[in-house]
Structure formats: structure tokens, C-alpha cells
T-cell receptor, first 113, second 114 residues
Framework: DAGVIQSPRHEVTEMGQEVTLRCKPISGHNSLFWYRQTMMRGLELLIYFNNNVPIDDSGMPEDRFSAKMPNASFSTLKIQPSEPRDSAVYFC???????????FGPGTRLLVL | GESVGLHLPTLSVQEGDNSIINCAYSNSASDYFIWYKQESGKGPQFIIDIRSNMDKRQGQRVTVLLNKTVKHLSLQIAATQPGDSAVYFCAEVALTGGGNKLTFGTGTQLKVEL
């Protein structure tokens, strides 16, 4: 199994630009999670989906952030417009039905100048 | 509010010694705990888990101990190796209506000295 796949692995952009992060969960997993990791705040849950439906987006910082899961094998996290304070590592994780353990992707390192 | 925290931000051990990484949690209703290892530039990697109805679980070179009385969790690594150098996170699972959410601690940096 390839594990959770994220792209791009690195993203450098300028303030005000739109950023789209992508995730492919492990095949057969029905839950998908987006996290943000910074030195100051550690790992924060942004949003998670069960069976492609957003369940809890209370961690999404503000309206500039949006996430979609159009099908069971793909999700996007979009930031528009991006700001320097959005610079962080963004992780996607997936989980199988009936299980608690989440499996993480390699992350996308975002730098907003 | 509920929180998960670590006692020691950095732990240095000699290669071959045993390591003990500690974690305190505050939500007595948590059902499940997970230890993750995060190497530099990588995502968190599952190590071992334990349910709240257990007090000990062993894996390959790792043991997790759970003390519900004092809300304390520990990860023991036997014969620590250079490859064990990483940040270790404990995570607490709280059951919610639509699924399980992980609450992560701040992490402990384990440094293995040769």
C-alpha cells in the first residue's frame, strides 16, 4: 500500500495567492483528516470527513480556508487568499472504518512570503 | 478545557539504554491512546496504542503503560537506537458523534547519543 499521498510536498507562494493542497487517502479508509503543524501550536485538527461528508470543521482558522472531498479517494484543502501566518506543514491522515488509528501522509510544507 | 501534555520537551539517552517518555492527560473519559513518532521532515508514524481498559501493552521494543488513577501515559523504548531519534507524541482519542478525534500532546524530542 502506498500510504496517504499528499501533493505538493513543498509550496512557496506570495501573500494573496491561492493555494491548493491535495490528498489521496489509503484505499478503503472512510475517514480523512486535515491537520496543520507549527512550532508554536503543534498539531491542530482543521477538519475531518467521514464517507466524504465534512463532520467537524471547527478547527478551520477562518473563511479563507476551505476543504472538499468530492470522492473517497481525493480531498483538497484550499487557502484563498493566503497569508504569511498560514506558513506551516499541512498533514492529511486517513482512518479505516471502526478503527481509531489515523495514518498520516508526508505533509505539505507551505511557505507564504 | 481538556488537554494532553508532555512533561519533558527533550530527552537525551545513550545508545543501548532504555528510554521513557511521559505524557499527562486530563480527559478521564478518553477511550484510547496512541503514541506517534515523527522524524524530521516526515509525518507522524503510528507506534503503539492502548485502550483505557488496559494498563500495559507491549510491542517490538516498545511498551506503553497507562495509569488511569493519575491520568498518566508512558512510552518505554528498550535498547534505544539512533534511529529512534525523533519527536514522540501521545494522542488521546475522544469519541464524538461523527467519529473519533485525536488530541495531540506537544511532543517530546528524543535524542540518542552515540
Amino acid at each position: 500500500d502506498a500510504g496517504v499521498i499528499q501533493s505538493p510536498r513543498h509550496e512557496v507562494t506570495e501573500m494573496g495567492q491561492e493555494v491548493t493542497l491535495r490528498c489521496k487517502p489509503i484505499s478503503g479508509h472512510n475517514s480523512l483528516f486535515w491537520y496543520r503543524q507549527t512550532m508554536m501550536r503543534g498539531l491542530e485538527l482543521l477538519i475531518y470527513f467521514n464517507n466524504n461528508v465534512p463532520i467537524d470543521d471547527s478547527g478551520m482558522p477562518e473563511d479563507r480556508f476551505s476543504a472538499k472531498m468530492p470522492n473517497a479517494s481525493f480531498s483538497t484543502l484550499k487557502i484563498q487568499p493566503s497569508e504569511p501566518r498560514d506558513s506551516a506543514v499541512y498533514f492529511c491522515a486517513s482512518r479505516a472504518t471502526g478503527r481509531e488509528t489515523q495514518y498520516f501522509g508526508p505533509g505539505t510544507r507551505l511557505l507564504v512570503l | 478545557g481538556e488537554s494532553v501534555g508532555l512533561h519533558l520537551p527533550t530527552l537525551s539517552v545513550q545508545e543501548g539504554d532504555n528510554s521513557i517518555i511521559n505524557c499527562a492527560y486530563s480527559n478521564s473519559a478518553s477511550d484510547y491512546f496512541i503514541w506517534y513518532k515523527q522524524e524530521s521532515g516526515k509525518g507522524p508514524q503510528f507506534i503503539i496504542d492502548i485502550r483505557s481498559n488496559m494498563d500495559k501493552r507491549q510491542g517490538q521494543r516498545v511498551t506503553v503503560l497507562l495509569n488511569k488513577t493519575v491520568k498518566h501515559l508512558s512510552l518505554q523504548i528498550a535498547a534505544t537506537q539512533p534511529g529512534d531519534s525523533a519527536v514522540y507524541f501521545c494522542a488521546e482519542v475522544a469519541l464524538t458523534g461523527g467519529g473519533n478525534k485525536l488530541t495531540f500532546g506537544t511532543g517530546t524530542q528524543l535524542k540518542v547519543e552515540l
